[in-house]
């Protein structure tokens, strides 16, 4: 039961921030779009290094994590 709960709880939240549009001053928008705007107003030099960080970050984790495979030999842990 708390497993569907937290599943219910997820996916409302999800759709509320997502999907479902607000009006706010006399056009439509989503949740998400404003907390983007709230951050990239005051701070667009910081939003963008640390998007390109996280890109950076994600390449270079992905691509330097491998496991040992049969005899020894180093294979990609997909």
């Given amino acids: 039961m708390r497993n569907n709960l937290r599943l219910l709880s997820s996916a409302l939240l ?3 921030v ?3 549009p607000i009006p706010i001053d006399g056009r439509w928008t ?3 779009d404003l907390a983007v705007k709230a951050l990239t107003k005051p701070f667009p030099v910081v939003v963008s290094i640390y998007c390109l960080a996280l890109i950076a970050y994600g390449a270079w984790s992905g ?3 491998s496991t040992p495979g049969p005899a020894g030999s180093v294979g990609r842990d997909f």
């Fill in 14 to 16: 999800g759709l509320g």
């Fill in 18 to 20: 997502f999907l479902i």
């Fill in 30 to 32: 989503v949740l998400f």
């Fill in 63 to 65: 691509s330097s994590r």
